[in-house]
């Protein structure tokens, strides 16, 4: 009887090979994953036909170092670009904005001496870049990790002393607002600035510093200054505004400080500034009137492609900044 039985479910198995199932042949219903990939499970209709519930056979977990019979999986291609405009605004607004106007207005912002200056933070902690050389970490995700000798926490430590080696006072906060959440990460790290403001009322600056993300699972964009003698990612500074229709009356002062930065760097290193970006929502920029995001390279780029354009940038916009201390 099981003789019998075994042979008729083989039989129903050959058959629906041919026939086809209206969902797929019997080749992708073997090879049907659940939502994480980790499981083959024999579809509904191929239960139905043999009975019984449903069977689940192991494969591979793709977390887990692959084995002689599981090829590694395919790395996205890294593909370099350079984005010209170092002295241009990308406004993503309906306001007027003049890149020459606004720098010919100079910036009226002024830092206290001897007092609190800048803040540091990382709205998105663990944002990190590609893998390469001795440059390898532990990943939380897609380009991320909690290490921060390898996420954009190590660029802002070395942008902190950077502008400490000119006389600003800086504070470089450490903490982790996007993980395990990622959602809700502006929420977490602007109610950290307010209570930044709230004790040392003096911070007139505060710069978000992240990383960008362009590109797909196929292909990465690095972002690459190009400066001679220099390995250097580009760094872009991106701007809030009230275009959302959320109050934040300081974004003219904001963009006006952007500005400044941005032309003290050009000056200095043509490419390594991608446009300023001028955007609808105000990502926390609201709290102080001298608010800025600033991407460090993109996902295709490496750590030390990074760290080589904080410190061109750094050692540009902080003289810069300098000169605003009263």
């Given at each position: 009887?099981?003789?019998?039985?075994?042979?008729?479910?083989?039989?129903?198995?050959v058959?629906?090979m041919?026939?086809?199932?209206?969902?797929?042949?019997?080749?992708?219903?073997?090879n049907?994953?659940?939502?994480?990939?980790?499981?083959?499970?024999?579809?509904?209709?191929?239960?139905?036909?043999?009975?019984?519930?449903?069977?689940?056979?192991?494969?591979?977990?793709?977390?887990q170092?692959?084995?002689e019979?599981?090829?590694?999986?395919?790395?996205?291609?890294?593909?370099?670009?350079?984005?010209?405009?170092?002295?241009?605004?990308k406004?993503?607004?309906?306001?007027?904005i003049?890149?020459?106007?606004?720098?010919?207005?100079?910036?009226?912002?002024?830092?206290?001496a001897?007092?609190?200056?800048?803040l540091?933070?990382?709205?998105?902690?663990?944002?990190?870049?590609?893998?390469?050389?001795?440059?390898?970490?532990?990943?939380?995700?897609?380009?991320?990790?909690?290490?921060?000798?390898?996420?954009?926490?190590?660029?802002?430590?070395?942008?902190?002393?950077?502008?400490?080696?000119?006389?600003?006072?800086?504070?470089?906060?450490?903490?982790?607002?996007?993980?395990?959440?990622?959602?809700?990460?502006?929420?977490?790290?602007?109610?950290?600035?307010?209570?930044?403001?709230?004790?040392?009322?003096?911070?007139?600056?505060?710069?978000?510093?992240?990383?960008?993300?362009l590109?797909?699972?196929?292909?990465?964009?690095?972002?690459?200054?190009?400066?001679?003698?220099?390995?250097?990612?580009?760094?872009m500074?991106?701007?809030?505004?009230?275009?959302?229709?959320?109050?934040h009356?300081?974004?003219?002062?904001?963009?006006?400080?952007?500005?400044?930065?941005?032309?003290?760097?050009?000056?200095?290193?043509?490419?390594?500034?991608?446009p300023v970006q001028?955007?609808?929502?105000r990502?926390?920029?609201?709290?102080?009137?001298?608010?800025?995001?600033?991407?460090?390279?993109?996902?295709?780029?490496?750590?030390?492609?990074?760290?080589?354009?904080?410190?061109?940038?750094g050692?540009?916009?902080g003289?810069?900044?300098?000169?605003?201390?009263?």
């Amino acid at each position: 009887m099981k003789r019998i039985r075994l042979l008729l479910v083989l039989g129903l198995a050959v058959l629906a090979m041919y026939l086809g199932f209206a969902h797929g042949s019997l080749s992708e219903i073997l090879n049907a994953t659940d939502d994480g990939g980790r499981r083959l499970v024999f579809t509904s209709e191929l239960q139905r036909l043999i009975g019984g519930a449903s069977h689940e056979v192991s494969v591979p977990d793709p977390t887990q170092a692959p084995t002689e019979d599981t090829p590694p999986p395919v790395q996205p291609s890294v593909v370099p670009t350079t984005i010209s405009g170092g002295f241009l605004i990308k406004n993503s607004t309906d306001y007027d904005i003049d890149f020459q106007e606004i720098l010919s207005e100079g910036c009226s912002l002024r830092l206290p001496a001897g007092e609190p200056q800048i803040l540091i933070i990382h709205t998105h902690s663990s944002e990190a870049y590609t893998p390469a050389g001795l440059d390898r970490y532990e990943a939380s995700g897609d380009s991320r990790t909690l290490d921060q000798n390898f996420s954009v926490i190590r660029v802002g430590n070395e942008l902190t002393e950077i502008f400490r080696s000119y006389g600003l006072n800086v504070i470089h906060d450490t903490g982790v607002y996007d993980y395990p959440s990622y959602t809700g990460s502006y929420n977490r790290s602007g109610a950290k600035v307010e209570e930044y403001l709230a004790q040392y009322p003096t911070i007139k600056i505060v710069i978000d510093l992240h990383r960008d993300a362009l590109g797909s699972s196929d292909v990465l964009y690095k972002v690459v200054a190009d400066e001679e003698g220099v390995c250097a990612s580009q760094v872009m500074l991106f701007v809030g505004t009230d275009a959302s229709g959320l109050e934040h009356p300081n974004w003219r002062q904001n963009l006006s400080l952007a500005v400044y930065i941005q032309n003290a760097v050009s000056s200095k290193y043509p490419s390594l500034m991608r446009p300023v970006q001028l955007v609808k929502y105000r990502y926390n920029q609201h709290l102080t009137p001298g608010s800025m995001i600033i991407e460090v390279g993109s996902n295709g780029n490496t750590l030390q492609e990074a760290l080589a354009a904080i410190r061109l940038f750094g050692h540009s916009a902080g003289p810069a900044l300098a000169e605003l201390v009263e």
